[in-house]
């Protein structure tokens, strides 16, 4: 399981909790706080979980509004917890988040409705996020473009330093042949 989907994960737990008990935005360090002790207690994601979290909170209004737009069959108080919650993280990581690309956060939200939602959670949750992009697409097709440069750009530096240590390790190689 990678880093980001654990604290994804974490995320939609705690959301789960928040939403389930009361919607009071004073308990989400608490149910956080208690979610990392209990699943995953020496891991580290340096404030991505609570990043997520924060920002799903303070645009839940205008998230909201996009379920209830594009699941216009199903009012918000009658989807499931999980699902709900698992389409407010998504819309959040497409809409706002500015470090993730678009696609993936429609591909982490439909992998967490499978693993953690009904048999039809993932075509639902696929469903309403597709729409959304396919409306959207114009919208954030900037922060697409820059986050597609970036991965570029670390690509082929990547690409540069491995073949900077094959270089060195020849050379090496080379002096040890020449002793």
């Known amino acids: 399981m990678s880093n980001r989907y654990l604290s994804r994960t974490l995320v939609v737990q705690t959301l789960y909790e928040w939403d389930f008990r009361s919607k009071d935005r004073t308990l989400i360090p608490e149910i956080l706080a208690y979610n990392f002790a209990e699943f995953a207690p020496d891991f580290n994601?340096?404030?991505?979980?609570?990043?997520?979290?924060?920002?799903?909170?303070?645009?839940?209004?205008?998230?909201?509004?996009?379920?209830?737009?594009?699941?216009?069959?199903?009012?918000?108080?009658?989807?499931?917890?999980?699902?709900?919650?698992?389409?407010?993280?998504?819309?959040?990581?497409m809409m706002y988040d500015e470090d993730i690309p678009a696609k993936v956060a429609i591909n982490e939200a439909i992998e967490l409705a499978k693993a953690y939602g009904g048999a039809s959670s993932s075509k639902f949750v696929n469903g309403v996020l597709g729409s959304i992009y396919k409306k959207i697409l114009?919208?954030?097709?900037?922060?697409?473009?820059?986050?597609?440069?970036?991965?570029q750009e670390k690509k082929i530096?990547?690409?540069?330093?491995?073949?900077?240590?094959?270089?060195?390790?020849?050379?090496?190689?080379?002096?040890?042949?020449?002793?």
Do not use: M
């Open 45 to 93: 994601d340096n404030g991505f979980a609570e990043r997520l979290i924060q920002g799903a909170i303070d645009h839940q209004e205008e998230i909201d509004t996009y379920i209830t737009k594009y699941a216009p069959e199903w009012p918000l108080e009658q989807i499931t917890i999980v699902d709900r919650n698992i389409l407010r993280l998504g819309i959040y990581e």
């Open 138 to 151: 114009p919208e954030i097709q900037e922060k697409e473009d820059r986050l597609e440069k970036l991965h």
């Open 157 to 179: 530096r990547e690409a540069e330093s491995d073949s900077n240590e094959k270089e060195e390790g020849e050379e090496k190689e080379d002096i040890k042949k020449d002793e």
